[in-house]
């Protein structure tokens, strides 16, 4: 199975941005095949996973309408196989996620649909 890079939201202090590192945990946590990289190194110009990005698919997780895994994806010429944003689901499911440091039932369970939906995706 080839490695895949799964790049979640930064957003500190957002609910939305709590879920997509769980989304990234979760992934990380079943999948052998997955790698995470902080968004925070892109930002700041990490050579190594600038070159990593490029060479592999890459699934960006936003919590918000900024885009920012996904912009700084595509910024460095990253080979991008699906951007996902966690506010879209809200709309499929009702949840309603809460907490930061540590999320409630709805934002963990949230976070587990999505990771089931990228492995999913990453099985092809």
């Known amino acids: 199975?080839?490695?895949?890079?799964?790049?979640?939201?930064?957003?500190?202090g957002k609910s939305l941005g709590s879920v997509a590192r769980e989304v990234a945990y979760n992934?990380?946590?079943?999948?052998?095949?997955?790698?995470?990289?902080?968004?925070?190194s892109l930002t700041a110009g990490v050579e190594e996973n600038i070159k990593e990005i490029k060479g592999k698919k890459?699934?960006?997780?936003?919590?918000?309408?900024?885009?920012?895994?996904?912009?700084?994806?595509?910024?460095?010429?990253?080979?991008?196989?699906?951007?996902?944003?966690?506010?879209?689901?809200?709309?499929?499911?009702?949840l309603s996620p809460k907490g930061i440091i540590e999320l409630n039932e709805d934002g963990n369970k949230l976070a587990k649909i999505i990771a089931d939906e990228i492995s999913k995706k990453i099985e092809g």
């Open 58 to 94: 890459v699934f960006t997780i936003d919590g918000c309408k900024l885009l920012c895994a996904q912009k700084n994806v595509e910024h460095y010429g990253g080979k991008l196989a699906e951007s996902i944003l966690t506010v879209e689901y809200l709309k499929k499911t009702g």
């Open 27 to 40: 992934l990380q946590k079943s999948r052998k095949d997955v790698k995470v990289i902080c968004l925070g």
């Open 1 to 12: 199975m080839e490695e895949v890079i799964v790049i979640p939201c930064s957003g500190m």
